[in-house]
Every structure is written in structure tokens, then in C-alpha cells.
């Protein structure tokens, strides 16, 4: 999955921190009542998701600074939107090990714990298409706009009556603005994530320069979790307008 845009929270992963595979899915809770003659009664009790988990390598200059950074995250324990393709998930950073080699080369090992499956919220929810794109490209229109991002269009495209009904222009428009937005944010999650390695205290030569520097890179670091976040719920737009029916 090189070419596959991998972020959880702030971290956008890239290079060797990309995995070949991230290993995802879990169990269904059941509860089996054995009865006389060798008859059984299921209940199943909803679902157990595994840890989502995969190993890379940081690598370069800043690789050093990227492993605390997951370290950190880690150590808070907050909660944390990961995606990539068409997965959004919140999880917990349960476990991370890094295994130092070298400044410039240090392989990883993550696992996060779910507390929701966003994509697959909706089904769980009950709720109307249209209801939905509206309300997730709000969301996202709300944690963008706080990073300079502008998804206006999009909220405005996917209102329009019909907007998620297969087929027609509106749905054609929703479509084609929801795409919009999608390369909007992926350009902005790129910009952030390079000022990010840009702030690196390492090059700073002074105190004053330290002090900066560590603005900068909170700025960028709330930037890219921002963008990351609006990111997932607009994925989810275009999942559901790709799944429309009329």
C-alpha cells in the first residue's frame, strides 16, 4: 500500500513508514446456550474489533523527531482519527516500539485500539443519506476552516435537493465538489505536514530560535490533526455518494 495516504492524527506517514499491509477486522461476541440433544442458541452480542496494527521504519533527517512525536501521542493516550483508502476510524494508540539504530533509521511497531468504525457509522445510526452528507461535510467544513481550508462549496453542493440521488445533475455536482474537497485537503495535509518537518527544533541554532520553532511546530501539528479529521468525514461523503442509489 506505497501509494496509499496512511495519517493518524497528526502524523502523516510516509516512505518506509508506510506499511506493505495494515491488518484490520476483529470478532462478533457470541454468546452460545448449549441445550439437551446437542442444540444450541446464538446471541450475538455485537462487534469485538481487533487492534489495528503495522510496523514500518522512520527514516532521514527527522526520523528521530517523528518517533517521539508517535511516542507522545501514545503517552497522552488521546483519542485519534486514522485513515486511509476508504477506512476512518477513532482509536487509542494502545502500543508503540521503536527500536533506535541509527538517527536516521528506526523501525516501529503500532497498534491502535477502535472506539468507532466512522465509516461504517451511518448503518449503525439509521440515519438518511442526505441527513449524513450534510452533517459530515459540516463537520468537516468546521475543522477545516480553523486550518485556512474552505469547504463551502462542498456543504453547499451536497444541499441541493437531490443531491444524493444517483443519476441526476445535482448528484453530478455533490460528486464532483465532494472530489474538489477531497484534493483540497489532501493539498492542505501535504503543506502542513512539510511546515511540520520544516519547525524541526533540531535546526534551531538559539533559544529564541527554539521557542519558535516549537510554535511553529504546534501550529502545523494542529493544522495537520484538523485537516486529518475533516479528511475522514469528506472520505465518508464520497464512500456513501459512490454507494447512492436512486
Known amino acids: 500500500m506505497s501509494d496509499t495516504l496512511l495519517l493518524l492524527g497528526p ?3 510516509r ?4 506499511p506493505e499491509r495494515v491488518r484490520f477486522g476483529g470478532a462478533q461476541r457470541l454468546a452460545v446456550h448449549r441445550l439437551p440433544g446437542g442444540a444450541r442458541v446464538i446471541d450475538a452480542l455485537g462487534r469485538d474489533d481487533a487492534a489495528l496494527s503495522w510496523e514500518g521504519i522512520f527514516s532521514g533527517a527527522d526520523a528521530t523527531d517523528r518517533a517521539r512525536l508517535l511516542d507522545l501521542l501514545r503517552a497522552e493516550g488521546g483519542l485519534l482519527a486514522l485513515t486511509w483508502d476508504v477506512f476512518f476510524y477513532t482509536v487509542v494508540i494502545a502500543s508503540f516500539e521503536a527500536d533506535y539504530r541509527h538517527g536516521w533509521w528506526i523501525p516501529y511497531r503500532i497498534a491502535c485500539t477502535v472506539l468507532r468504525d ?3 457509522a451511518l448503518a449503525s445510526a439509521a440515519v438518511s443519506l442526505a441527513v ?4 459530515d461535510v459540516a463537520a468537516a467544513a468546521d475543522y477545516a476552516g480553523g486550518a485556512g481550508v474552505d469547504l463551502s ?3 453547499t453542493a451536497v444541499a441541493i435537493p437531490g443531491a444524493t440521488a444517483l443519476g441526476g445533475a445535482a448528484y453530478a455536482g455533490a460528486v464532483t465538489a465532494v472530489g474538489a474537497a477531497q484534493a483540497q485537503l ?7 505536514d512539510a511546515s511540520l518537518g520544516a519547525s524541526a527544533l533540531a535546526g534551531a541554532a538559539t533559544a529564541p530560535d527554539a521557542v519558535a520553532a516549537l510554535g511553529g511546530a504546534t501550529q502545523s501539528a494542529g493544522q495537520l490533526a484538523a485537516l486529518t479529521t475533516a479528511q475522514g468525514y469528506v472520505n465518508r461523503t464520497a464512500v456513501n455518494l459512490q454507494n447512492a442509489s436512486t
Do not use: L, N, R
Open 132 to 135: 449524513a452528507a450534510v452533517a
Open 11 to 13: 502524523v502523516a506517514f
Open 153 to 155: 462549496a462542498a456543504g
Open 118 to 120: 466512522e465509516a461504517q
Open 186 to 192: 489532501s493539498g492542505g495535509i501535504a503543506g502542513a
Open 15 to 18: 516512505d518506509f513508514e508506510i
